[in-house]
C-alpha cells in the first residue's frame, strides 16, 4: 500500500498543458475553489503544474490562521474548540497533498520531479510547526489530561490521545533548541528520501541489458520479446531487444528465459540497484539517514530507533516484533534446503551439469513446479482477463460479502485516461465511495501496487463525508491480439489492494484521523492480506476465471492444480520477506554509529548471524529498499507485513471453519475491522472478531512450513 507526486494527464495521455499568458489571466487555481465535480472527485483536467506552489502557500496560510484561532480561543480548552478543530483544519493542504502526493510514484515526469524536490522540504517543515507549537500542544494537553471531567466518550478520547501521542513523538516535550535540531533532522530527511527514491528510479530504467542475437530470448513470452524489441528501438538500439529491471520485465525473464547468462545479467543488474559507486549510489544516503535516524530516537528519549518505531503499535517491543519473524524464519530456511534440492536434482536428471545459483532460482522452480503440478502460469493465463478480474472477481465477492455494488461513472474526472471510476453503493443504494483503478504499466509509473485516497471520510453529529479511493498497480497489458491477460500473482496483486481499498470504502469511524487505514501499522497490512484468501474461493474464482477467446470456466483440474501448487515454493518466499525484515530492524538497532558502514559488508553480516540459504537474496537490498529509506512509514517497520500476515491467517480460519462467504462473519468482520478504523485498540477489536490472540500456526500451516 503507500504512497506518493501528480502530473496531470489529459485523454490523449500526454501531460498537463502548462498554461499560455492569455490562459493564466483567466485559470481558476481549481485547489482555492469548491470541486464543482460528483462526489468532489479533484477536476484533474483543470489542474496544471503551476497551481501546486501557490495552493501550497494558501493552504499554509489557512492552516496556520486556523491554528492560531485554536491557540487563542478564550475559552477553556475542550474537545470541540481544540482537538476536533485541530482534525478539521486545513482542507486547502489537504485538498493540495492529495493529488501532490498522491500521484508521484504515478506519473514521475522531470517536472514532477523538480516540483518535489522544490515543495516537500515545506509540507514537511509546515508539519514540524504544527506538531511542534507549543501553545497548541498546552491545549491538546489540557483536553487530554481533562478528559474525566469533560466527560469525553471513547471515541473522543481516543482522537485526543492520538493527538498527544504523535506531538509527543514528533518533539512536543523538547526544548526550543532540542525542537530546532529535530527540525533541522526532518527537513534534512525529507531531502535524502527524495534523492534515495529518484536514485532508485534512475538506476532501473538507465541499466539496460542489450541482446542481439534473437536465439537468447528462447523461453520468452512474444509480448516481452515484443516490449523489449520495442524499448531498443526508443533507445536507439533498433533491430535489437532492450531490457531493465522493473518488476513485471525482471521476474519474466529470470522465471522464463532459458539463457542463463542472459538471467544472470537481469539478477546482478537488479541486485547492484543503486549500489554501483557512481552518483546514483545510495550508500552514503542510507549511512546518513540511519545517523539521523539515530539522532532523532535519541532526541526523543529512546535507546534506538528500532524501539522509537515499534513503541507504538501493536508489537509494542523490537523483541517482540523479532520472536514473531523467528517464528516464521527457522522453517522457512528449512525449507528452502529442500526446495534447492528438488531443483538441483532436475538439473542434474537433465544433464545440466553445473550448480544452481541465485539466478537460477525462479527459472528451476517454474520447471519441478511443472513436473510436480503439471502447472505453468501459461496454463492459467488465459483463464485471468483483467476486466473480469476486477468486475467478477473483487466486485462479485465484495458484493457477496458486504452487499457493494458498482457502477462505472464514465464522464467522472480522471487523472490519466487508463484509470476507470466507479460508484459504490451498498445494498440500498446509498453512497458509500467512489473508487478508482489504475492498472497498466506507463514509462512513469512506478514499480509496484499501492491504494491511497483523494479524500478521507467523516461521520460525526449528522455531517457525513464518504471517501474517494484508489488502487495502483503495473499489471500485464493487453496486446494487439489478447486483453491483459494476468499471472495467479497479478491476480492476488488485485485482491490485495482491493482489500485496501475495502478498508478505506467501508470505513465508518467519526473523525478523519482515524478513519480507513489510519491504524496501527502492524494491523494495517491485515485487510488486504486476507482479501488474498477469496481469489481461490471456488464460487468467486469460477466467476471470474473464464477463457478469454472461448469464455470457458476455468476446468475443475486447473484449479485443484492451482490449490495443490499454491504453497509451493513459500519457503523461498518467506525466506526473502522475513529476510528483509530482519535486515530492516537490524539497522534500525543501530545506535551512536558515527563512521560510515559498508552497506554490502552489513548485510553479509546479517546473512551470516541469520544462516540465511546462500541461494536466497534479502527482497530488497538496502540500496533499493525503498520502504524503508523513502519516508518514515515503513521504517522498522517492514516486519509488520509479516505481523499482518499472522493476523489474517489466524482471522481467515474463523471464514474457513463457518464458510467463506458467510455473511454473519463477514458482518462482524466488516463491524470489528473494515468499518471500526483507529476508534478501539487494534488488538481488543481483533480479539473480538477472533475470539482469542493471534499465533503464527495458522501462517505456517497455510504456507506449508509447519
Avoid at 199 to 215: C, G, K
Avoid at 264 to 269: D, Q, S
Avoid at 428 to 451: C, I, L, S
Wanted: proline share 4%; hydrophobic share 40%.
Amino acid at each position: 500500500m503507500r504512497k506518493s507526486i501528480l502530473s496531470v494527464v489529459l485523454a490523449a495521455g500526454a501531460l498537463a498543458l502548462v498554461p499560455t499568458a492569455c490562459d493564466k489571466m483567466n485559470h481558476a487555481n481549481p485547489f482555492l475553489e469548491p470541486y464543482d465535480t460528483p462526489y468532489g472527485i479533484p477536476p484533474f483536467d483543470r489542474i496544471t503544474y503551476a497551481d501546486y506552489e501557490p495552493a501550497l502557500e494558501a493552504g499554509i496560510k489557512q492552516q496556520n490562521e486556523q491554528i492560531d484561532s485554536i491557540v487563542n480561543n478564550p475559552a477553556a480548552p475542550d474537545f470541540a474548540n481544540t482537538v476536533l478543530a485541530l482534525d478539521n483544519s486545513g482542507e486547502i493542504l489537504n485538498k493540495v497533498e492529495y493529488v501532490f502526493m498522491a500521484l508521484v510514484e504515478s506519473d514521475n515526469t522531470s517536472e514532477m520531479h523538480e516540483l518535489a524536490e522544490k515543495l516537500s522540504p515545506r509540507f514537511t517543515a509546515h508539519h514540524d510547526n504544527v506538531m511542534l507549537n507549543d501553545s497548541l500542544f498546552a491545549r491538546i494537553k489540557a483536553v487530554y489530561d481533562n478528559a474525566d471531567s469533560l466527560q469525553l466518550s471513547p471515541v473522543e478520547r481516543r482522537l485526543t490521545k492520538k493527538y498527544y501521542d504523535r506531538m509527543v513523538r514528533s518533539g512536543a516535550l523538547l526544548t526550543a533548541d532540542l525542537k530546532d535540531s529535530l527540525k533541522s533532522i526532518n527537513q534534512r530527511q525529507s531531502e535524502l528520501s527524495l534523492r534515495f527514491t529518484n536514485n532508485v528510479m534512475v538506476e532501473i530504467a538507465d541499466n539496460v541489458i542489450y541482446i542481439a542475437d534473437s536465439a537468447r530470448l528462447a523461453g520468452l513470452p512474444a509480448q516481452t520479446i515484443a516490449d523489449a524489441a520495442a524499448l531498443a528501438r526508443d533507445k536507439g538500439h533498433a533491430g535489437e531487444w532492450a531490457f531493465t529491471a522493473t518488476g513485471s520485465t525482471r521476474l519474466t525473464v529470470l522465471s522464463g528465459a532459458d539463457d542463463r547468462e542472459l538471467r544472470r545479467e537481469m539478477y546482478e543488474t537488479y541486485t547492484n540497484t543503486a549500489s554501483r559507486g557512481n552518483e546514483h549510489d545510495n550508500s552514503a544516503i542510507i549511512n546518513e539517514i540511519i545517523r539521523l535516524r539515530q539522532h532523532k530516537a535519541q532526541l526523543l528519549g529512546f535507546n534506538t530507533f528500532a524501539d522509537y518505531a515499534v513503541a507504538p503499535v501493536m508489537a509494542g517491543t523490537v523483541e517482540r516484533a523479532e520472536n514473531l519473524l523467528m517464528q516464521l524464519w527457522r522453517p522457512a530456511i528449512k525449507k528452502v534446503d529442500e526446495e534447492v534440492a528438488d531443483m538441483q536434482a532436475w538439473v542434474d536428471a537433465h544433464d545440466k551439469g553445473f550448480k544452481v545459483e541465485p539466478w537460477d532460482y525462479y527459472y528451476y522452480a517454474e520447471k519441478v513446479k511443472k513436473e510436480k503440478f503439471d502447472l505453468s502460469e501459461d496454463d492459467v493465463r488465459p483463464y485471468f482477463v483483467l476486466d473480469s478480474v476486477v468486475r467478477n472477481g473483487i466486485f462479485y465477492a465484495a458484493h457477496l460479502l458486504y452487499g457493494l455494488n458498482f457502477t462505472e461513472m464514465k464522464d467522472a474526472p480522471k487523472y490519466n485516461p487508463q484509470v476507470t471510476v466507479y460508484d459504490v453503493t451498498d445494498e440500498n443504494g446509498e453512497h458509500v465511495a467512489v473508487f478508482m483503478t489504475d492498472y497498466y504499466p506507463r514509462a512513469t509509473k512506478a514499480q509496484g501496487a499501492w491504494m491511497s485516497e483523494f479524500n478521507s471520510s467523516y461521520n460525526y453529529k449528522g455531517e457525513v463525508v464518504r471517501p474517494i479511493i484508489y488502487n495502483v498497480a503495473s499489471l500485464t497489458p493487453a496486446t494487439d491480439d489478447t486483453p491483459s491477460l494476468l499471472t495467479l500473482d497479478e491476480v492476488e496483486t488485485v485482491f490485495h489492494e482491493f482489500g485496501h481499498a475495502l478498508h478505506g470504502m467501508l470505513t465508518r469511524a467519526p473523525f478523519h484521523s482515524l478513519q480507513g487505514t489510519n491504524v496501527d501499522r502492524d494491523l494495517v497490512e491485515m485487510p488486504s492480506q486476507i482479501n488474498e484468501h477469496w481469489a481461490l474461493v471456488p464460487e468467486i474464482l469460477k466467476n471470474y476465471a473464464r477463457h478469454y477467446k472461448t469464455g470457458e470456466v476455468i476446468p475443475q483440474d486447473l484449479v485443484d492444480k492451482i490449490i495443490a501448487a499454491h504453497k509451493f515454493n513459500q519457503g523461498f518466499m518467506t525466506t526473502e520477506l522475513v529476510g528483509a525484515a530482519l535486515l530492516d530492524i537490524e539497522w534500525h538497532k543501530l545506535s551512536g554509529t558515527t563512521e560510515d558502514i559498508d552497506i554490502r559488508a552489513f548485510e553479509k553480516q546479517v546473512a551470516d548471524k541469520l544462516h540465511m540459504p546462500s541461494m536466497v537474496q534479502f527482497r530488497y537490498r538496502s540500496p533499493y529498499f525503498k520502504h524503508i529509506f523513502d519516508n518514515d512509514q515503513y521504517s522498522c517497520g517492514y516486519y509488520t507485513y509479516l505481523w499482518s500476515q499472522v493476523l489474517e491467517a489466524d482471522a481467515y480460519e474463523r471464514f474457513e471453519n463457518e464458510g467463506p462467504l458467510n455473511r454473519r462473519v463477514a458482518d462482524d468482520y466488516r463491524r470489528l475491522i473494515l468499518e471500526a478504523g483507529d476508534t478501539e485498540d487494534a488488538m481488543t477489536l481483533y480479539k473480538e472478531f477472533r475470539g482469542h490472540e493471534p499465533t503464527a500456526a495458522a501462517l505456517l500451516r497455510n504456507r506449508g512450513l509447519d
